[in-house]
Structures are given as structure tokens and as C-alpha cells.
């Protein structure tokens, strides 16, 4: 008996573009075609990650034409639950909106000095407050080329990772986007074997962590890269469970890579 396929996720990191009014107005636009391949299949759940500002914007538009495993997620959290944090958002005020939300994100770590111990408060937050993290890892260009991929890896999933409660479902929920620095927004995506390779890997790690079950069970993605005419390629691999998509998110062949996740999940 083949062991059934884990609901493949694509989710999509807008990161700091389209402010409500054009975040708005493109998820109009993707909407009626996003909408319907969700619904015609039970696989796949989608994720739009805009900006924190353009949330709402994104949550009113969804709202009129609900469909089940279309979900709103935000790209970044405090870990507080309030406070003097000028310019944060708090995990119940994604809530409020979002289903989940991106964490560790490599141009968080490098630009906003991210460490570790800081994206574990966060991913423990999210769980604490029912939300899915996606938590990013990935190793630079510099790491990848001295073979160093594995031990960059490890040191981020066991700080990152560390932790969650043995109890309920909170070491299932955690999703895993496996990003290769090198790889994201430069159009040269990992190949499928070495980004299989290393989430077979994290999945591996995780184990060590968790137990078998969990890691059996959480869902961890490839980022980097990916577009309508590599995503069935990705999918195809057993290990690879969907994708965080940068660049193509941004354009209606978003909906393209759902579809073809689809029809290769089928
Ligand atoms: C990302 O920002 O998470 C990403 C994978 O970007 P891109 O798809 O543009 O490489």
C-alpha cells in the first residue's frame, strides 16, 4: 500500500509589493480561476501572503467569494502578544485575518537580522495562537558551492524548530519552506534532486525532533525560483509537498502553478 500524498500547499510571498488598492484588484482578477481549482480538488490549499498593510484589502475580496482552501497568510509576525513594538504586527492581529503566517523568511534574517532564537519565538507564537507557520530555511550561494547545505540546515531547523510542545497536533501543523538563497528571484531554481535531497533531509531532522509520525506528517515546500513551467517537475518528487512562489505570485501564472500542482497531485 503506497502511503497517501500529504495536501500539497503553494503559497505565495508577495512580499513588499501591491498596496491594498492593487493587492485588491489582483486578487480580484485571479479569484474566479484560483477559486475554481481549489475547489475541484481537496489536495491543494493556496495561500496569499501580501503585505501586512494590504491584509484586510486581500480578507474583504476572498470574503465575498469564499472558497475552502484558499487562505490569506502574512509575512511576518512579533512574537509579543502587545506592547510598545512600534511597527510590528502581533500574532492575534493576524489572526484575526490569516490562517498563517511566513516566518524566517532569508531576506528577514539577512536584512532585518533575524537570528534563529528570534524565529523560533515566533514559529512558537504562531502555534500558540493557532496559527500555521511556514518557517524558511535555506543555505547562501557561498555554503551551497563549499558543501556546507547540511550543516547549515541543521543548525537552522534544530534553533528554529525547537521547542513545540510534545502534546495535540502543534508539531503537525508546522510547515517548512526549504529556500535556497541562491535560488530565490535569480530564475535559477535548485534542481529537483538536490532541493528532494535536502527536504528529505529536514524531514529526516525533524524526525529526530518530533518522532517518525510528525515528521511524516508536516508539509515541506521548495522555494526558489519556481513558475508555471517548473512547478510540475517539483511535484512530481514524493518529498516536495508545494511551493513558495516569490516572483510568479505576483502575476496570474500563480494560478497557472496551481494548476499544474494539481494535475500532477491528481
Ligand atoms: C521567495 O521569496 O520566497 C521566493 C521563493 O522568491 P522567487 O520565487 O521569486 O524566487
Known amino acids: 500500500m503506497t502511503t497517501p500524498r500529504r495536501t500539497a500547499i503553494i503559497a505565495g510571498n508577495w512580499k513588499m509589493h501591491y498596496g491594498p488598492k492593487e493587492a485588491a484588484s489582483f486578487t480580484w482578477e ?3 480561476e484560483l477559486g475554481k481549482l481549489v475547489r475541484s480538488s481537496p489536495h491543494i490549499l493556496s495561500i496569499l501572503c501580501p503585505p501586512s498593510i494590504s491584509l484586510t484589502a486581500v480578507r474583504e475580496v476572498l470574503d465575498a467569494d469564499p472558497s475552502p482552501r484558499l487562505e490569506l ?3 511576518n509576525m512579533h512574537f509579543e502578544d502587545k506592547g ?3 511597527g510590528e504586527i502581533a500574532p492575534l492581529m493576524v489572526r484575526e485575518l490569516c490562517s498563517t503566517v511566513i516566518l ?3 531576506e528577514r534574517r539577512a536584512y532585518f537580522h533575524e537570528s ?4 523560533n519565538k515566533k514559529m512558537l507564537a504562531a502555534l500558540y495562537h493557532g496559527l500555521r507557520p511556514i518557517v524558511c530555511v535555506g543555505e547562501n550561494e557561498q555554503q551551497h558551492e563549499t558543501g556546507e547545505t547540511e550543516q547549515v540546515i541543521r543548525r537552522q531547523v534544530h534553533l528554529s524548530l525547537a521547542n513545540i510542545t510534545a502534546s495535540g497536533n502543534q508539531a503537525r501543523r508546522v510547515v517548512i519552506a526549504y529556500e535556497p538563497i541562491w535560488a530565490i528571484g ?9 532541493a528532494g535531497s535536502v527536504i528529505a533531509f529536514i524531514r529526516q531532522q525533524y524526525s529526530t525532533m518530533y518522532g517518525e509520525e510528525a515528521a511524516s506528517a508536516i508539509r515541506i515546500l521548495y522555494g526558489g525560483s519556481v513558475t508555471s513551467a517548473n512547478i ?4 512530481a518528487h514524493p518529498d516536495i509537498d508545494g511551493a513558495l512562489v516569490g516572483g510568479a505570485s505576483l502575476k496570474p501564472d500563480f494560478v497557472e ?4 500542482t494539481i494535475e500532477v497531485i491528481l
Open 73 to 75: 497568510g502574512a509575512q
Open 232 to 235: 510540475a517537475e517539483f511535484m
Open 84 to 86: 510598545a513594538f512600534t
Open 186 to 194: 535569480t530564475g535559477k531554481a535548485a534542481t529537483v534532486e538536490g
Open 30 to 32: 485571479i479569484l474566479p
Open 257 to 260: 502553478i496551481v494548476r499544474k
Open 116 to 119: 534563529d532564537e528570534l524565529v
Open 104 to 106: 524566517g523568511h532569508s
